[in-house]
Structure formats: structure tokens, C-alpha cells
């Protein structure tokens, strides 16, 4: 269902389209899908105005929001990633600018080959790089639960901390609910 349809903007012959129309049909299924079939057209204008007639204007988005699959990366490990992507599209594109300019036999080539072995040694410690970021990123954040992990103990360290500080704060209210009983002078 075109734009022009949904808007209900005159047709051929000025007969205006409603926008009616069942929400599992493709747009083969409406009259705008089938316009250079004269019969058809007519009869399905026929169609969606009897149809119309007595429901509400049904609005159907463009597209239908779906939950994400598996979770965003974390920052650090998709720019290693990117970084990573970007390494291999230029090691791709020396190695083809290598092979062509052997073929051509241009001086060129030999340049090119060396800057390829470079390259490619970049982009394997590119592809490195990422799984080692995100190796790093599980142990810290707490992703991999091992008894080796550095997550753990920041989390025991969160809690012992959490702990002194609530006790602090009823150690404190014990105080003031005595109503002064702790204060050296009465100034």
C-alpha cells in the first residue's frame, strides 16, 4: 500500500482508496498492488469501499520493532572490533592492488607485496586484539564466573564496603536517638 493510498489520494477515474485493508495482506493483495489490471481494479475499489464503510481508518506501521537477538558489545570490545575490520579491509585491498600490479608487471608490485606482509601481520594482531579485549572485559566485569576471576573479589569488596558504610549510618542514628546522652558539653 503506497503512500498515495494511505493518504487517500484520487485514482484513476477519481476514485479515492480508503487505506482499508486486512493487516497480513501484501501489497499484491490491494488494489494499488494490482493497478494495471483494469478489472481487478474496479473490483477491488468496489471492495474497500463496501468494506470501509463501517470500521475505523486502521493505521499499520512501516516496520515492527524486534528485541535485540543477543546483546550490544561492550564499548572497548566493539572499537577493537572495528578497529579490527578496518585493518583487514586494507590488508584485503593491498593484496588485491599487489595481485594486479604483478600482473601488470608494474613496479609497483614489490611495494605493495612488502606493505601486504605488513598489513597482514597488522590485521592478525588486530583479530588478536578484539579477543583479548573481550577476554579482559568478561574477568573484570563479572561475565565468566571462574574462581580466578578479578570480578569476584571486586564484588566482595563493593559488599564489605557497602557493609561498613550501613553500619556507620546506624551507628550514627543510634547516637542521635539518644538525644544528645553522647555530647561532651551543653554549650
Excluded at 528485541?67 to 586494507?90: E, G, S
Amino acid at each position: 500500500m503506497g503512500t498515495a493510498e494511505r493518504r487517500g489520494a484520487p485514482r484513476a477515474g477519481g476514485a479515492r482508496l480508503t487505506g482499508h485493508r486486512d493487516p497480513e495482506a501484501t501489497d499484491r493483495d490491494t488494489p494499488g498492488g494490482a493497478a494495471g489490471l483494469p478489472g481487478r481494479e474496479t473490483e477491488g475499489l468496489a471492495h474497500e469501499v463496501g468494506r470501509g464503510a463501517g470500521k475505523q481508518q486502521r493505521y499499520r506501521p512501516l516496520w515492527v520493532e524486534e528485541p535485540a537477538r543477543r546483546r550490544r558489545l561492550p564499548d572497548p570490545v566493539r572499537t577493537a572490533a572495528v578497529r579490527a575490520v578496518l585493518l583487514i579491509a586494507v590488508t584485503l585491498l593491498q593484496a588485491m592492488v599487489a595481485f594486479l600490479c604483478t600482473m601488470a608487471g608494474s613496479w609497483l608490485a614489490f611495494p605493495m607485496v612488502i606493505s601486504g606482509v605488513v598489513s597482514t601481520i597488522a590485521a592478525t594482531w588486530g583479530a588478536l586484539d578484539v579477543w583479548v579485549t573481550r577476554q579482559v572485559w568478561n574477568q573484570r566485569h563479572g561475565v565468566v564466573s571462574v574462581p580466578s576471576s578479578t570480578a569476584r573479589a571486586l564484588r566482595r569488596e563493593r559488599r564489605r564496603t557497602r557493609r561498613q558504610e550501613r553500619a556507620a549510618e546506624r551507628a550514627r542514628g543510634r547516637i542521635r536517638r539518644r538525644s544528645g546522652a553522647g555530647q561532651l558539653s551543653h554549650s
